[in-house]
């Protein structure tokens, strides 16, 4: 398109809205830390020179690194003889070393949480469940004394049901390696996509078999800050980590509207969610193209404009959006985002959308399918990514929507979106 075209195209004014969500962040991690760990009473059962595997896996949990140097910490308080394995299924390409890069791209490596990393995709075979479904665990772990699997519970973005994202996925799907992942997503469907379903089939087998010896459980608010962290034995995961799904679900951050025909998302990426962008918060869990009808918020469109830097080109999630810019399509590593997606049986997640080389094109077409008589009455939203929704910029269709909402707060006036000279938003 010309200079002309571009400029005799009417776009939505915007207006930046402050959304006030509850904080609860802790003061102190390292000691939320430790307090958890004294309460589980470890000392009790870690003894000097016994070997500790540390699972972490590919989340970009804030404050990881500084919750796994706390754990380090305290275990060599104890005389243990800790190190990290990654618990990631296929997340980094399914391969030793890309899992390892993913994370000390958290700064989970020697020098950041002072005791190595061992990555392997070996498994070894726990068992299987009375419907055939085998059961693989990371064969270094499962070598260790004991084993504590750090993880953030939250609601996740496909399974559904009492048990989500958590320290039993870590189990079951993170240990599991490539091989697990896969023969746990291919059973899901028999399973209606409930992890409790087959997890109570699952994890008593773990636990009897393999040394797990605890769980470490961090709940973030909505500020994407960590707020909670409690230990839970291995016989109580299966009960007591739907009661802090709860919690999780409650602080989670939302966009301040449920309904838009645009949602444009500054970045995607695997830190930021399985799926890309949270689709808790964009309401498309169970369909990648619309909300169900008791599902919100319902979003007509959506428009991605880059891969995040820490998803290292797995674009997983790309495919749930409409439109992208064309340097998505380039900045995508094509293997790594197809084994996540082929993994997760969540295929179309990897598609290609729409994509245009320049931000303002992408508005454009975007516009064209709005049906609306003037671009004024357009309700678009504009957010950094789905983790982070303190602040949203909101089309000004919006503003009287605002008015009588104590939980929000306009914090400047409408204007014209800014483009720079190749046509990209301008973040000025």
């Known amino acids: 398109m010309s200079n002309r075209e571009h400029q005799s195209t009417e776009l939505p004014e915007f207006f930046r809205v402050r959304q006030r969500f509850a904080s609860h962040a802790l003061p102190d991690v390292d000691a939320a830390v430790t307090t958890a760990l004294r309460t589980a009473d470890l000392s009790g059962r870690v003894q000097a020179g016994q070997s500790v595997a540390i699972a972490i896996g590919s989340r970009g949990i804030a404050d990881i690194a500084e919750v796994t140097r706390s754990l380090v910490r305290y275990l060599r308080t104890l005389g243990a003889d800790p190190f990290v394995v990654p618990a990631m299924g296929s997340h980094g390409g399914a391969t030793d070393e890309g899992q390892a890069t993913v994370l000390a791209s958290y700064g989970i490596d020697q020098q950041g949480i002072g005791c190595p990393v061992r990555s392997s995709m070996e498994t070894v075979v726990v068992g299987s469940t009375d419907d055939g479904v085998q059961i693989h665990f990371d064969k270094i772990a499962s070598a260790a004394d004991h084993i504590i699997v750090v993880n953030r519970i939250k609601p996740h973005t496909r399974l559904v049901g009492q048990l989500e994202s958590g320290i039993v996925k870590m189990l079951m799907i993170g240990l599991g390696k490539h091989r697990g992942a896969l023969t746990y997503h291919q059973a899901f469907p028999n399973y209606d996509y409930y992890l409790d379903r087959i997890a109570a089939k699952v994890v008593p087998k773990i636990v009897a078999k393999m040394p797990v010896t605890l769980g470490l459980a961090i709940v973030e608010d909505a500020f994407d800050r960590v707020s909670l962290i409690e230990a839970i034995a291995p016989d109580a995961l299966l009960t007591e980590e739907p009661r802090l799904l709860k919690v999780a679900r409650n602080w989670m951050p939302r966009l301040p509207f449920d309904h838009a025909d645009l949602l444009i998302v500054d970045q995607i990426g695997k830190e930021i969610s399985g799926s890309g962008m949270d689709t808790n918060v964009i309401g498309r869990k169970s369909n990648d193209r619309e909300a169900a009808p008791d599902e919100f918020p319902k979003i007509r469109q ?72 003037t671009p004024r009455g357009a309700k678009w939203m504009h957010v950094p990514d789905t983790l982070h929704l303190s602040q949203v910029a909101c089309s000004v269709a919006y503003r009287d929507a605002v008015s009588g909402r104590d939980d929000l707060e306009v914090i400047d006036e409408a204007r014209p979106l800014k483009f720079d000279s190749r046509g990209n938003l301008s973040c000025d």
Do not use: W
Request: one cysteine or more; proline letters at 3%.
């Open 302 to 373: 959506i428009f991605v404009r880059s891969l995040s830097n820490k998803t290292n080109g797995n674009a997983t999630g790309i495919g749930i959006a409409e439109y992208c810019r064309a340097q998505v399509v380039q900045d995508m590593n094509v293997r790594m985002t197809r084994i996540n997606c082929i993994t997760s049986g969540h295929v179309t997640a990897g598609a290609v959308p729409v994509y245009f080389d320049t931000d303002r094109e992408v508005l454009e077409a975007a516009l064209t399918q709005a049906r609306l008589p």
